[in-house]
């Protein structure tokens, strides 16, 4: 079936700079999409979640841009911390699906 | 720390025990899920409950058998693992039903070991 995947396995950032983590997806019919950060030894945490009708929302810290077009996620941390190293998953639902697709996961490491 | 309340947090047991994992939540969602994680690998579904009512079970072997007691506790009893079920087992829970635009809250799960 379809899934989300994710661009990058890994991804090393300095602290301090902007993270962008990439997820692109094959549904068409997604129509919600939320990111997890998961730290070692934890459960996925929410992060941020969008609809299909929004192309961009933000939180604290974190951003999230939606292009249907090309089918694309993304997520922009900003002034990366020691505390945002995780793995970040991306997960998608369709419409009168009941099962969240989660992507592979991106692994961040940030740099002192 | 998470609203999604999981024990117990490590779980070592033979192939011929039988053991129980247990989930609590307190938030009123009504939709309540387990999840296998193997490691560096995303959560896989194992079972939905919507209104305390079992609504999808992801062709899980039998030796998984779920129960939701009322709509806050979820429980999962193991009967005769095999040694490729160690894994991390996560509980989650939504507002509504499974397939509204909610997101998803996950416990920090139970770390199973089949010795």
């Known amino acids: ?112 | 720390d998470t609203e999604v309340t999981q024990t117990p947090k490590h779980l070592v047991m033979g192939m011929t025990n039988k053991k129980s994992l247990k989930c609590e939540q307190h938030m009123g969602h009504r939709a309540m899920y387990w999840y296998k994680q193997k490691a560096k690998k995303p959560p896989e579904l194992m079972f939905v409950y919507s209104y305390e009512k079992l609504s999808i079970n992801e062709s899980v072997p039998s030796r998984f058998s779920p129960e939701c007691p009322n709509s806050s506790l979820l429980n999962l009893h193991l009967h005769a693992l095999q040694p490729e079920d160690s894994a991390l087992y996560l509980c989650a829970s939504s507002r509504e039903r499974e397939n509204s635009n909610q997101p998803q809250h996950f416990g920090d799960g139970t770390r199973l070991s089949i010795l």
């Open chain 1, 1 to 112: 079936g379809e899934s989300v995947g994710l661009h990058l396995p890994t991804l090393s950032v300095q602290e301090g700079d902007n993270s962008i983590i990439n997820c692109a997806y094959s549904n068409s019919a997604s129509d919600y999409f939320i990111w997890y950060k998961q730290e070692s030894g934890k459960g996925p945490q929410f992060i941020i979640d969008i609809r299909s009708n929004m192309d961009k929302r933000q939180g604290q810290r974190v951003t999230v841009l939606l292009n249907k077009t090309v089918k694309h996620l993304s997520l922009q941390i900003a002034a990366t911390q020691p505390g945002d190293s995780a793995v970040y998953f991306c997960a998608e639902r369709g419409t009168n699906d009941y099962k969240l697709s989660f992507g592979a996961g991106t692994t961040v490491t940030v740099r002192a």
